[in-house]
């Protein structure tokens, strides 16, 4: 069983950085393939990066491609969305995902754990 808490969202002007962070419970924090995803009121949730159990590679959306960066530190047990250059079109909630098997990474229903998630707001 692994618990997943948000944190470090908020309110940003356009333009702006903000830095999501995932503290994950567990022993086994670094077997997990790990990912973000974001919903928009009124849309579906989607994917916004991935990173396998050890941090050698990563996988991001065309939308957040060259303005997001995720990363992980296994010691700590935590996973991390550095998000600059940020566009209104960016606000949501955003969740942190934990997956045992990572395969389809793009899919929600790969991942087994989920964690409460964290509202990021961007201003024009």
């Known amino acids: 069983q692994v618990q997943l808490v948000e944190s470090g969202g908020g309110l940003v002007q356009a333009g702006g950085s903000l830095r999501l962070s995932c503290a994950a419970s567990?022993?086994?924090?670094?077997?997990?393939?790990m990912a973000w995803f974001r919903q928009a009121p009124g849309k579906e949730r989607e994917s916004v990066a991935a990173i396998n159990w050890s941090g050698g590679s990563t996988y991001y959306a065309d939308s957040v491609k060259g303005r997001f960066t995720i990363s992980r530190d296994n010691a700590k047990n935590t996973v991390y969305l550095q998000m600059n250059t940020l566009k209104p079109e960016d606000t949501a909630v955003y969740y942190c995902?934990?997956?045992?098997?990572?395969?389809?990474?793009?899919?929600?229903?790969?991942?087994?754990?989920w964690g409460q998630g964290t509202q990021v707001t961007v201003s024009s």
């Open positions: 995902a934990a997956a045992t098997i990572f395969y389809n990474i793009w899919s929600t229903s790969t991942y087994n754990y």
């Open positions: 567990g022993r086994t924090f670094s077997s997990y393939g």
